[in-house]
């Protein structure tokens, strides 16, 4: 039977967007053509060109990183923090202006739900620049050391699955501790990089300051083995981590690293059910599953196994997948085929080796990239999606029956990003979660962020925090600090 209340489209206008066919290289505060073999961006959702940009050749990089070390030694580094925090509360406010036009223009370049975009990515981008700029003349009272120093040029490379946001982590952080940055996005997001880089230019923040170099991953290799830089931060995978890793080591470059996860979800029989459904939902179906701290391992006690799977079946039963403009859409497009590809692959995999695959009913758009929300019942720990990261709306569930059992199979992963616990018992959370090898832990919650709050990995999962107080660290030496274990 059709429901009366069938959604009606709702969807978000493009009119607001004011975009150019192509765009250039941002560098020393203009936009300027790259030596490179210039790329397309495209819609994921339709396959339709969206615009032509430039692409940074190691020339470039060269000129940016040369940019980023002028600004440094002229201007940046001689201004006071609370000067430095004056741009940096100027930029927040402008990406608040600005919140609808990103959002929808994240949503055009990435595939994420609009609803997503507007009202998680954007706002915490500006919550971001808000709480750095408030560090930018506190920096004495961070608990880093006696007058910590800025590093010099941050080299910085972001992944494609948050693109304005990962921007922020890396961008707020750096300009409040006095460094100034070079910045690739994504080869597959490169748009709301483009539109901060316009911001930048409203609010006059001095040349070369902050430079954003366009390309693939040539482009970020040739960034972070440049010799002038100080400082690398990677977001992205954990192949790619490593060999950042190699490249850097004995150069005096100091590293962060933020790469991969396998997140463990786990709920205890006493756990508010609905409740959990709706965080297992949040969990590893927000964005696509294209979250590195997604919770794409539930483990759920034996006792309550059958009764989470099924309220989960008929949870996502109810999401919509579709236009992500869409402000009804709960599920996007996946943000490239070979993305699309590598998820298909896996749940393959996943199905040969025995687990049961089961997928939500989802009319899926003819053009684009699309993969409704699925789910593997009876996973084993030895499974190829029990163990690697999917990077998709793919969720695989394991039992336990006592807690030292779910600690152990939750920790039973190379990574170590993050874990959620669902339980009614307070004392219970706190046991589980000492037991647990994660950054982050959420407890009757999931993918919850703040800017107060630091976040990174274990293991495989890289190292050093974004995020917080700590998140300055990363960014910052002095005397005290380059002696201490941080
Ligand atoms: P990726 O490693 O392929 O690419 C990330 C970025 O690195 C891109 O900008 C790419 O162009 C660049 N790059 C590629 N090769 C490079 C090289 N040799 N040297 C320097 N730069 C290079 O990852 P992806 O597929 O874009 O992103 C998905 C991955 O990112 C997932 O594994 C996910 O878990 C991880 N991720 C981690 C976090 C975190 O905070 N821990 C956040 C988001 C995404």
Known sequence: MTSFLEYAPAPESTAILNLKDSYGLFIDGEFVAGHGTPFATISPATEKHIATIANANAADVDTAVAAARRAYDKTWSKLSGADRGKYLFRIARLVQERARELAVAESLDNGKPIKESRDVDIPLVAA?????????????????GAAPRALGVAAQVIPWNFPLLM??????????????????????????????????????????????????????????????????????????????????????????????????????????????????????????????????????????????????????????????????????????????????????????????????????????????????????????????????????????RTPAEAISKANNTPYGLSAGIWSDKGSKILAVADELKAGVI?????????????????????????????????????TVLQGAAL
């Not at 620049?129 to 880093?144: S, V």
């Not at 959420?442 to 709050?453: C, G, L, M, Q, V």
Request: with cysteine; proline share 4%; aromatic share 10%.
């Open 128 to 144: 971001w620049f808000f709480y750095y700029a408030g560090w930018a003349d506190k920096l004495d009272y961070a608990g880093l």
């Open 442 to 478: 959420w407890a009757n919650t999931f993918n919850r962020f703040d800017p107060a709050s630091p976040f990174g990995g274990f293991k495989e999962s890289g190292y050093g925090r974004e995020g917080g107080r700590h998140g300055l660290a990363a960014y910052l030496t002095s």
């Open 167 to 400: 921007l922020a982590w890396k961008i707020a952080p750096a300009l409040a501790a006095g460094n100034t940055v070079v910045l690739k996005p994504a080869e597959t997001t490169p748009l709301s990089a483009l539109l901060f880089a316009e911001i930048l230019q409203q609010a006059e923040l001095p040349a070369g300051v902050v430079n954003i170099l366009t390309g693939a991953g040539d482009t970020g290799q040739a960034l972070v083995q440049h010799p002038d830089v100080n400082k690398v931060a990677f977001t992205g995978s954990t192949a790619v981590g490593r060999a950042i890793a190699k490249s850097v080591a004995g150069t005096g470059k100091k590293l962060t690293l933020e790469l991969g996860g396998k997140a463990a979800n786990i709920v205890f029989d006493d756990a508010p059910i609905d409740q959990a459904v709706e965080g297992i939902v949040n969990g590893i179906f927000f964005n696509q599953g294209h979250v590195c701290c997604a919770g794409s391992r539930l483990l759920v006690q034996e006792n309550v196994h059958h009764e989470v799977v099924d309220r989960l079946k008929q949870r996502l039963s109810t999401l919509r997948m579709g236009d992500p403009l869409d402000k009804n859409t709960d599920i996007g497009a996946i943000n490239s085929r070979e993305q699309l590809d590598r998820i298909r692959e896996l749940s393959d995999i996943g199905e040969a080796e025995g687990a049961e695959r089961w997928t939500a009913e989802c009319a899926i758009p003819e053009n684009g990239f699309w993969f409704a929300p699925t789910i593997f019942d009876n996973v084993s720990t030895s499974s190829r999606i029990a163990r690697e990261e999917i990077f998709g709306p793919v969720l695989s569930v394991l039992t336990f």
